[in-house]
């Protein structure tokens, strides 16, 4: 299981609150973020399109990707994550960006 912590609207809009957890197939090899947001929307469908476009599976601007205290947002999508991510012991983290003054 993926550890998954969502920000405060995302929650909101998925009616959850703390971190969720998804199921990821990893025998077809490494999880990637990819697959973590392909799970997080099969499993909350309310979240298709808020996080990535739904045509292009390109990241939402004001959206950005964290784990292992380092920011993923600007990697691949198809990078493996790390290891402490796959084994539960550290969350993939989505946040909602702030911009303006």
Do not use: W
């Not at 947001?37 to 601007?61: F, S, V």
């Amino acid at each position: 299981m993926i550890r998954v912590v969502l920000p405060a609207h995302l929650k909101n809009l998925a009616h959850v609150s703390g971190e969720v957890q998804v199921q990821v197939d990893d025998s077809a090899g490494p999880v990637t973020q990819h697959m973590v947001l392909k799970a997080l929307e099969t499993q909350y469908p309310m979240l298709l399109g808020t996080i990535r476009d739904r045509h292009t599976g390109q990241r939402r601007a004001f959206v950005r990707f964290y784990a292992c205290e380092q920011d993923l947002s600007n990697e691949s999508p198809e990078t493996p994550l790390p290891d402490r991510v796959v084994s539960g012991q550290e969350p993939f983290i989505i946040l909602g960006a702030m911009a303006g003054g």
